[in-house]
């Protein structure tokens, strides 16, 4: 009975398992595993939130202190100032010279997103042309983003935190964001558009396609030379499932193959 009672009380025959030493490593890290792998996303989450705030500080200073209002000469910003307020108010594309003198002319002299947009604001009473333009800030806070989630999709966090604080300080990107234009909108859908496209390019799939197809329509309302991007994207992600299409018609396996019998061998001596 004695025997019987230090035989249950042995480690692993009654209570909870032991683990061993190589088994407690294992599970430690095997917990420890999904914290290793954020604890990068979010360095990089902050360092990038530190890029965007600088460059949401530099576009906002110079377009309440340097950027130029009203514009000199000729350009499409006091387009793009009126014809929101004309869209808000029902009245359509309409050239905004004309219905300032009365008469209603329609136009579609410029892509239409931009003001569709910029009507949404004056809905909601930004109507000033401060605000308006402040508008851009938030579209190059985007384009920082975007630009540096690609450069880390491409190279790693030091790239892609290389890229964004580039794109928050970059003189053009600025000038864009401080002026009533459409490159403004038109820089953040490209941004978007060449991350979707990458992810596309490297795992194709049908609801990537329709993603990367949207952004590149929104881009090509934004501007017209957009339209471009669907032969210089779409044809290499096309030619790109042809070839893995083509890949896995090679080495697919003849279904007549598996459905052969198996020989069966005669038994041996001893067994007969």
Known sequence: ????VKRLTVPGLVGPPHRRTGDRAAYTATVSEPTAHAAPRVRF???LAMGVGIGVVVRV???VLAAPW????LDDQGYYHLAPILLAHGRGFIEPVFASIGRTVA???HPPLYPIVLTGLAELGGTGQLVQRLAGTVFGAGTIVAIGCLGRRLAGDRAGLLAA???AVYPILITADGAL??????GLLIAVSLLAAL??????TLGRAVTLGILLALAALTRGEAVLLFVLLAVPILRRCRRGRARGAGHRPDALDGAQPRRLRAPGPHLR
């Open 199 to 204: 992810r596309a390019y490297e795992t194709p």
């Open 165 to 167: 604080g580039i794109a």
């Open 181 to 186: 234009m459409s490159e403004t909108l038109y």
């Open 45 to 47: 989450a902050t360092w």
């Open 61 to 63: 200073l110079y377009t």
């Open 107 to 109: 136009t579609a002299e």
């Open 1 to 4: 009975m004695i025997h019987l």
């Open 70 to 73: 009203p514009p000199h000469g």
